[in-house]
């Protein structure tokens, strides 16, 4: 089971966390909705290639991905979404879609909006579409040791 690899990386590196079990939901923003979380502290992960290698754009549940401010920060010559089928089996044992955002685990960087490092808590699929996990930022930020770029945009907006 996905959730109980990431609860015993959690455990051995003694973050203090909460699992939230909710109906089925595909959507970051459904998810949200689901467990009464602002999406502001949803995180999710989106797959991305950067000049043709696979990282991980991890963003509030309340925005997107803007790719060519994603772009520049990175210098990147190209970058394009990652379709399912090129990432799917990246993630061992996580439901399509449902990955955590410790893409650090997996082999491969990490780069977080700022606009996610402004709550102190965040959560995060734990490898289903039926169960989050809550922690602290800081904690989530001293184990996937992302870098944090200025790349996502309000939804609406």
Same mark, same amino acid.
């Given at each position: =089971?996905? %959730?109980?690899?990431?609860?015993?990386?959690? @455990?051995?590196?003694?973050? /203090?966390?909460? !699992?939230?079990?909710?109906?089925?939901?595909?959507?970051?923003?459904?998810?949200?909705?689901?467990?009464?979380?602002?999406?502001?502290?949803?995180?999710?992960?989106?797959?991305?290639?950067?000049?043709?290698?696979?990282? =991980?754009? %991890?963003?509030?549940?309340?925005?997107?991905? @803007?790719?060519?401010?994603? /772009?520049?920060? !990175?210098?990147?010559?190209?970058?394009?979404?990652?379709?399912?089928?090129?990432?799917?089996?990246?993630?061992?044992?996580?439901?399509?879609?449902?990955?955590?955002?410790?893409?650090?685990?997996?082999?491969?960087?990490?780069?977080?909006?700022?606009?996610?490092?402004?709550?102190?808590?965040?959560?995060?699929?734990?490898?289903?579409?039926?169960?989050?996990?809550?922690?602290?930022?800081?904690?989530?930020?001293?184990?996937?040791?992302?870098?944090?770029?200025?790349?996502?945009?309000?939804?609406?907006?």
């Amino acid at each position: =089971m996905p %959730v109980q690899r990431l609860k015993s990386f959690l @455990d051995e590196q003694g973050v /203090r966390y909460v !699992t939230i079990q909710h109906s089925r939901a595909y959507t970051a923003q459904e998810v949200a909705a689901s467990v009464h979380i602002p999406g502001q502290e949803i995180a999710k992960a989106v797959m991305i290639k950067r000049n043709g290698i696979m990282f =991980m754009a %991890v963003v509030p549940a309340s925005h997107q991905v @803007d790719f060519e401010r994603l /772009r520049e920060a !990175t210098e990147a010559q190209t970058l394009e979404l990652a379709t399912e089928a090129e990432f799917k089996d990246l993630f061992p044992n996580c439901e399509t879609g449902a990955m955590p955002p410790f893409g650090n685990l997996y082999g491969m960087d990490v780069f977080v909006s700022e606009a996610l490092t402004q709550d102190e808590y965040i959560a995060f699929n734990a490898g289903t579409h039926t169960e989050l996990i809550r922690l602290m930022y800081a904690d989530f930020e001293r184990l996937a040791r992302p870098t944090v770029l200025s790349f996502a945009r309000p939804e609406h907006a």
